[in-house]
């Protein structure tokens, strides 16, 4: 009988990866509390037409990457392949978004069917942050800073770089479609066969094409910026401003649309050179008519994700993990003989009750090898219990290069909390 594996890109994370994922959802949870965000936590199923209403059906993420089933009702139903339109839909459900200001992140996996390769995957983790009820560009820059905050707590400032544009309101993107259309109808036997497909249902797109002789065409194609309205040129150079104000280094890309049909007004990326193809480790927007496409009242709101696999590939990368984040215990216990191994658990129970936080693991696997599996361990104390006949259980504790001996556990518990309390 052969083995069930897992299924191609949904992939396990192993006990010795976890402890850096959870050094960044504790530092991500650390910063956004500073900056007074809470979280919300949302199913990963949805019905399928919340993402087609809101995402676009003429995107490539509804047409060939979603996972989509009919449930045993008939209902159809949608592993979520993006975290904004759940948000949205929940704030709406539950009255958290009409007239009011909210502030939430959340964390988890999405679902996309695309090739597996190096920091995409089919089951892959996000972190959004979405901010609803503000239309000024202040709440902008507050959710670029946010970023910002994370890269400098994470170590990998000067590995990002920030890319900024605004796509103005649905009416001045309506006119510059016109435009860019009917420019690229002048050049389409010369577009890339993606292109071609997009020109009609999703041109914006093509602006991102990565195809050389597409890029060539688009350099001189319409510019988005010639035909933005009033208010949102005003809005993009207040935020430019506030950002210099701030000191975030960031580049006007033209060419940044972003892949879902709801953004409007000012999107941004955060994108790195250090992982080859997969540059964007951050990205968001403005998203000022979701809330109502999906029957809510007018209601302006930005967010962005992040992606957690790249971040958790991109901090590898640049080696900037802290070197006790892998440290999962402080202390490995064994007993010197054998008849002393069910005290090793007792002792193990009194350690972490007098020590608050204290992390212990002990050796249950005989008494062969254990200065060799303490230190396959990476243990930074070790301690071994003996039994005394006139002083009852004794302790040794290796820590720092240094050895104790004969250590009452009254002592060792003393000894314990000035190492790790």
């Given at each position: 009988?052969s083995k069930?594996?897992?299924?191609?890109?949904m992939?396990?994370?192993?006990?010795?990866?976890?402890?850096v994922?959870q050094?960044?959802?504790?530092?991500?949870?650390r910063?956004?509390g500073?900056y007074?965000?809470?979280?919300?936590?949302?199913?990963?199923?949805e019905q399928?037409d919340?993402?087609?209403r809101s995402?676009?059906?003429?995107?490539?993420?509804?047409?060939?990457?979603?996972y989509t089933?009919?449930d045993?009702?008939?209902?159809?139903?949608?592993?979520?392949?993006?975290?904004?339109?759940?948000?949205?839909?929940?704030?709406e459900?539950?009255g958290?978004?009409?007239n009011?200001?909210q502030?939430?992140?959340?964390?988890?996996?999405?679902?996309r069917y695309?090739?597996?390769?190096?920091?995409?995957?089919?089951?892959f983790?996000?972190?959004?942050?979405?901010?609803?009820g503000?239309?000024?560009?202040?709440?902008?820059?507050?959710?670029?800073?946010?970023?910002a905050?994370l890269?400098?707590?994470?170590?990998?400032?000067?590995?990002?770089?920030l890319?900024?544009?605004?796509?103005?309101s649905?009416?001045?993107?309506a006119?510059?479609?016109?435009?860019?259309?009917?420019?690229?109808?002048?050049?389409?036997?010369?577009l890339?066969?993606?292109?071609?497909?997009?020109?009609?249902s999703?041109?914006l797109?093509?602006?991102d094409?990565?195809?050389?002789?597409?890029?060539a065409?688009?350099?001189q194609a319409p510019?988005?910026?010639?035909?933005?309205?009033e208010e949102s040129?005003h809005?993009f150079?207040?935020?430019?401003?506030?950002?210099d104000?701030?000191?975030?280094?960031?580049?006007v890309n033209?060419?940044?649309?972003?892949g879902?049909d709801?953004?409007?007004k000012t999107v941004?990326?955060?994108?790195?050179?250090?992982l080859?193809?997969?540059g964007?480790?951050?990205?968001?927007?403005r998203?000022d008519?979701l809330?109502?496409?999906?029957?809510?009242?007018?209601?302006?709101?930005v967010?962005?994700?992040m992606?957690v696999?790249?971040?958790?590939l991109l901090?590898?990368?640049?080696?900037?993990?802290?070197?006790?984040?892998?440290?999962?215990f402080d202390l490995?216990?064994?007993a010197?003989?054998?008849g002393?191994?069910?005290?090793v658990?007792?002792?193990?129970e009194?350690?972490?009750?007098?020590?608050?936080?204290?992390?212990?693991?002990?050796?249950?696997?005989?008494?062969k090898n254990?200065?060799?599996?303490?230190?396959?361990t990476?243990?930074?104390a070790?301690?071994l219990?003996?039994?005394d006949?006139?002083k009852?259980h004794?302790?040794?504790?290796?820590h720092?290069?240094?050895?104790?001996?004969?250590?009452s556990?009254?002592?060792m518990?003393?000894?314990?909390?000035?190492?790790?309390a």
């Open positions: 009988m069930i594996k897992a299924i191609r890109g992939n396990d994370i192993l006990p010795d990866q976890t402890p994922w050094y960044l959802e504790a530092t991500v949870q910063v956004l500073a007074g965000y809470s979280e919300m936590r949302m199913p990963i199923v399928t919340l993402f087609k995402i676009g059906e003429v995107t490539d993420i509804v047409e060939k990457e979603m089933f009919d045993r009702n008939g209902e159809s139903l949608t592993l979520r392949p993006e975290g904004t339109a759940c948000c949205v839909r929940a704030g459900e539950h958290l978004l009409y009011q200001n502030r939430f992140w959340y964390q988890g996996p999405m679902f695309e090739k597996p390769q190096k920091g995409r995957y089919r089951q983790h996000q972190i959004g942050v979405e901010a609803f503000m239309a000024g560009p202040d709440i902008d820059a507050e959710i670029i800073l946010i970023s905050a890269w400098r707590e994470l170590g990998m400032s000067d590995a990002v770089v890319q900024l544009n605004s796509l103005g649905n009416a001045a993107r006119e510059y479609r016109e435009a860019l259309v009917a420019y690229l109808r002048e050049h389409y036997d010369a890339d066969e993606d292109s071609q497909r997009r020109l009609e999703n041109p797109r093509i602006l094409s990565k195809d050389e002789g597409t890029r065409i688009l350099e510019r988005l910026q010639d035909h933005l309205d040129r809005d150079e207040q935020l430019c401003s506030m950002l104000e701030a000191g975030i280094r960031y580049e033209p060419y940044l649309v972003r879902l709801y953004y409007c941004f990326e955060w994108v790195t050179d250090k080859g193809a997969q964007t480790v951050c990205a968001g927007g998203y008519g809330v109502k496409q999906l029957g809510g009242k007018p209601t302006p709101a967010g962005f994700a992606g696999e790249r971040l958790i901090l590898e990368t640049l080696d900037v993990v802290p070197a006790d984040v892998r440290q999962t490995y216990l064994a010197e003989h054998k002393l191994q069910h005290q658990i007792l002792m193990a009194q350690l972490r009750q007098a020590v608050p936080g204290l992390r212990v693991r002990t050796h249950c696997a005989g008494l254990i200065a060799a599996k303490a230190r396959q990476g243990a930074p070790i301690a219990m003996r039994a006949e006139d009852g004794q302790m040794s504790l290796w720092d290069g240094e050895t104790e001996y004969d250590l556990p009254d002592a518990i003393e000894k314990l909390k000035a190492l790790f």
